[in-house]
């Protein structure tokens, strides 16, 4: 999947992160449903996509070989992370789903994701893509399991970054991914091709969005 980097100290953190953690923290202390929280934490992100200061210039670098996660800060009681992916073009995750909650918010360029609902097949199970969604920058939207499966991609000609905040010790886990899955896929919504290469992928995606917010 991801290129992760390693945790980094308090120190390294930029004193609008900073002030974003702090937020965040509040947010999930309060400790309601997922879906809320993911909302509160949304509301919080918002503010801070495309500003300058959020990030350092390493916590911008990318992988040539596969889209890079750095983990920006994992809370010490495991309750909420937050990681940077930096995502070079073409690059793109496998289908999947979460082990929490979560919350994305595109910082730079332009994400593209594919959606998928899981759906009993005789025997075994496939996927039925509903939603294509092209996610600009500013834009943000919320997930938590289950029904949130979904492949990500950048599509555009420059670097994409993202902020994403899961209910998980990411740090300790190193990756948001529950599960990958590879199963057979079909369309249901118009407009979608039944051939992934159409989009430049080799297999689909899905999940479920709590809430989206277009960025402006």
């Not at 949304?42 to 495309?50: K, S």
């Not at 990318?62 to 009681?77: I, S």
């Not at 992370?81 to 995750?93: D, F, K, Y």
């Not at 994701?113 to 893509?129: F, H, K, N, Q």
């Amino acid at each position: 999947m991801s290129t992760p980097t390693a945790y980094p100290s308090s120190r390294l953190l930029t004193a609008r992160l900073g002030e974003f953690v702090g937020d965040v923290r509040e947010a999930v202390d309060r400790g309601l449903a997922p879906d809320v929280t993911a909302y509160l934490v949304g509301e919080r992100l918002a503010p801070h996509l495309g500003a300058a200061d959020l990030l350092t210039p390493g916590q911008r670098e990318g992988d040539p070989d596969r889209y890079r996660q750095h983990v920006l800060h994992a809370e010490p009681d495991g309750s909420f992370s937050i990681v940077a992916l930096v995502w070079l073009p073409g690059q793109r995750t496998a289908i999947h789903d979460h082990v929490s909650w979560c919350v994305t918010g595109v910082h730079e360029g332009e994400e593209h994701e594919r959606r998928y609902r899981l759906v009993p097949d005789g025997p075994g199970s496939r996927l039925i893509a509903v939603e294509d969604v092209v996610n600009p920058r500013g834009a943000v939207c919320g997930f938590a399991p289950p029904g949130d499966i979904h492949r990500v991609w950048n599509a555009c000609g420059t670097k994409a970054i993202s902020i994403h905040v899961y209910g998980a010790d990411i740090a300790r886990l190193g990756s948001s991914v529950r599960r990958v899955y590879d199963l057979p896929t079909a369309d249901e919504v118009d407009g979608l091709s039944t051939a992934d290469e159409a989009h430049g992928l080799s297999t689909a995606d899905e999940a479920h969005g709590l809430w989206t917010a277009d960025g402006q």
